[in-house]
């Protein structure tokens, strides 16, 4: 694993159609969330970039799949926030089905970040990432964002809770914080993991 490899990663392009997406060989791994679970401040914090991910005051502004890249071979990819975006009922359609039809079909996606607001976890979109990622037999790692809101006790018993809800999903947790950089290390080892298996 090339040392330091996620703050090299640089946009790429954004794919609003899946005749757009690029070569389907390497190995990627794709970021989910509802739109006010702070998706691309994640983003940032796993990669220390400030600015990677364009963070907006209007949640659910990412309309597209968004591509960064290390290499030809390597991405991260930033899947369009889900619940608040203001957009009329056709075009969300076109998402849900673009969405669905990249964890179907996409060979070189070797797993899903779902990331959820510690404060409000197992929402509906949660629940329906959950059954993709099931159906397609996709692993799964799910951020708990946001704990610096709780208190440790209060969000080790979130934790406990939400693990409990998925077990029986291939899935790993943990609580993060993309403020306060907690449990930043695990996540970019599962990064690693997945897109440089030893």
């Known amino acids: 694993m090339p ?3 996620y703050s090299r990663l640089e946009f790429k392009l954004g794919v609003a159609a899946i005749k757009q997406l690029p070569e389907d060989d390497g190995s990627e791994v794709a970021f989910a ?10 983003i940032n914090k796993i990669t220390h970039r400030r600015s990677l991910a364009r963070i907006s005051k209007s949640p659910g502004r990412t309309r597209e799949l968004n591509y960064f890249s290390y290499d030809e071979n390597t991405h991260l990819v930033d899947l369009p926030g889900y619940g608040y975006a203001k957009v009329n009922v056709a075009m969300r359609d076109a998402w849900a089905k673009l969405l669905e039809r990249y964890l179907q079909e996409r060979k070189s996606l070797q797993g899903v970040f779902l ?3 510690v404060r409000h976890p197992m929402g509906k979109f ?3 990432m959950l059954n993709y990622c099931q159906t397609c037999n996709l692993p799964l790692h799910v951020l708990l964002n946001k704990s610096d809101k709780l208190s440790k006790n209060a969000g080790n018993k979130v934790l406990a809770e939400v693990r409990r809800e998925i077990k029986d999903v291939d899935a790993s947790i943990q609580l993060f914080s993309a403020l306060k950089g907690t449990g930043l290390d695990e996540a970019r080892q599962k990064l690693a993991d997945w897109l440089y298996p030893e």
């Not at 969330?33 to 994640?42: D, E």
């Open 3 to 5: 040392n330091g490899w």
């Open 33 to 42: 969330g509802r739109s006010n679970v702070g998706k691309s401040s994640v």
């Open 115 to 117: 990331i959820m607001d």
């Open 126 to 128: 949660d629940q329906l």
